[in-house]
T-cell receptor, first 113, second 113 residues
Framework: QKEVEQDPGPLSVPEGAIVSLNCTYSNSAFQYFMWYRQYSRKGPELLMYTYSSGNKEDGRFTAQVDKSSKYISLFIRDSQPSDSATYLC?????????????FGKGTTLSVSS | KAGVTQTPRYLIKTRGQQVTLSCSPISGHRSVSWYQQTPGQGLQFLFEYFSETQRNKGNFPGRFSGRQFSNSRSEMNVSTLELGDSALYLCASSLGAATTEAFFGQGTRLTVV
């Protein structure tokens, strides 16, 4: 079992839909959780950063962490064609200095107009 | 503010050769991490440097090495290239020792023939 599991999709939705992207993990030591967006032929772009459990909102994006279920989510409201990309979750244990991120394999999202 | 700069963007090498990739972090950032991204394995951590010292290393063979200079710029080297080394190599920079937010460059696309 991989440490971080993420459904690769592809996920196709119409413009304006609410999108839910999810990751599960097995290491209970993970404390920092991130979501990255990666467009084709580009590097990953940091979207959301959350410490421990709870919700965090930034514009159309909401990140949720449920440590009891070892489950994290990214919600995109009013999705736009420009949101079409691969979304990667990443996480890191609290006791590991530096940025050795453990990534999910990414979910490919396509938003049609 | 300039982002993470990686050079070159594209590279084609022959099996058995060696290659050096370069990364300039965001100004003021002192931590640099390297990742390999392939369709099959996703993003995998190679190593991380802070203040010219390697702090973390992923599960890659010794053919993969790196270093960091006093100006925080970093290089990674792969010797005796194999076909399986074909990948997108990504560099990420972070502010300091305990910072977990990592910002990625565009990557270097290495093709080994």
């Amino acid at each position: 079992q991989k440490e971080v599991e993420q459904d690769p999709g592809p996920l196709s939705v119409p413009e304006g839909a609410i999108v839910s992207l999810n990751c599960t993990y097995s290491n209970s030591a993970f404390q920092y959780f991130m979501w990255y967006r990666q467009y084709s032929r580009k590097g990953p772009e940091l979207l959301m950063y959350t410490y421990s459990s709870g919700n965090k909102e930034d514009g159309r994006f909401t990140a949720q962490v449920d440590k009891s279920s070892k489950y994290i989510s990214l919600f995109i409201r009013d999705s736009q064609p420009s949101d079409s990309a691969t979304y990667l979750c990443a996480m890191i244990p609290a006791n590991q200095a530096g940025t050795a991120l453990i990534f999910g394999k990414g979910t490919t999202l396509s938003v049609s107009s | 503010k300039a982002g993470v700069t990686q050079t070159p963007r594209y590279l084609i090498k022959t099996r058995g050769q060696q290659v050096t990739l370069s990364c300039s972090p965001i100004s003021g950032h002192r931590s640099v991490s390297w990742y390999q991204q392939t369709p099959g394995q996703g993003l995998q951590f190679l190593f991380e440097y802070f203040s010219e010292t390697q702090r973390n290393k992923g599960n890659f063979p010794g053919r993969f090495s790196g270093r960091q200079f006093s100006n925080s710029r970093s290089e990674m080297n792969v010797s005796t290239l194999e076909l399986g080394d074909s990948a997108l190599y990504l560099c990420a920079s972070s502010l300091g020792a305990a910072t977990t937010e990592a910002f990625f460059g565009q990557g270097t696309r290495l093709t080994v023939v």
